[in-house]
């Protein structure tokens, strides 16, 4: 068998071994336009939102539909149960849409805090005043819009490489497996297999 026979050989097995490693976290039909992330790979990227971001206390998928998080800002926690929806790839940025599920939740030991939630959930509605939200966050009625950096999320890259820009995906939460549709077939030589076991430190 000569050098490059050898070496396309070695290459397969290496792609057939990181395949392996992948299938767990990663299930679809070769011609399917969805993909779905396990409930072992949907926990283990809550727990590296958690790891990451310091005012999230805790992410966690729902026993039925979404996730719930656990934030606390200035001694104040706040419970949000919510489901991802879509995700717009764009050149430089991503642009997302979840749809809560329920209303937010406060809770707080501060008593001055306590009156000032009861007074904002009497009089406002819960709705969030003007320029209290970062500029990337925009919430309307039960949906929450917000945009991120490309470079963000390169799980995205990884499993969607070759999607053009202004490509939609649609998004469902159920069950603690992520399901999402493309607009293209999907095969395991799409996807960037060393980039995703990196990212999921399974290498």
């Known amino acids: 068998m000569g050098f490059f026979n050898k070496f396309a050989v070695?290459?397969?097995?290496?792609?057939?071994?990181?395949?392996?490693s992948l299938e767990e976290y990663i299930m679809f039909s070769s011609e399917a336009k969805q993909l779905t992330l396990t409930k072992k790979m949907v926990l283990l990227l809550c727990q590296q939102?958690?790891?990451?971001?310091?005012?999230?206390?805790?992410?966690?998928?729902?026993?039925?539909?979404?996730?719930?998080?656990?934030?606390?800002?200035?001694?104040?926690q706040v419970k949000l149960h919510f489901t991802p929806e879509k995700i717009t790839l764009n050149k430089d940025c991503i642009e997302g849409e979840l749809r809560l599920l329920?209303?937010?939740?406060?809770?707080t030991e501060a008593i001055v805090y306590r009156h000032?939630?009861?007074?904002?959930?009497r009089f406002l509605g819960g709705k969030f005043p003007n320029g209290t939200l970062p500029k990337?966050?925009?919430?309307?009625?039960?949906k929450v819009y917000y945009t991120l950096p490309r470079n963000q999320l390169q799980l995205l890259d990884s499993l969607f490489p070759n999607l053009e820009?202004?490509?939609?995906?649609?998004t469902k939460l159920q069950q603690g497996e992520l399901t999402i549709e493309t607009s293209v077939a999907l095969s395991w030589n799409n996807f960037k297999l060393q980039n995703l076991l990196q990212l999921l430190n399974l290498k």
């Open 10 to 20: 070695t290459f397969e097995e290496s792609r057939q071994f990181l395949k392996r």
């Open 49 to 76: 939102a958690e790891s990451r971001v310091e005012q999230l206390k805790s992410l966690e998928p729902h026993s039925e539909e979404g996730l719930i998080a656990t934030i606390e800002y200035n001694k104040i």
């Open 102 to 107: 329920n209303p937010p939740q406060f809770e």
């Open 116 to 121: 000032l939630i009861a007074g904002w959930t």
């Open 136 to 142: 990337e966050v925009r919430i309307e009625n039960n």
């Open 165 to 170: 820009n202004g490509s939609a995906l649609m």
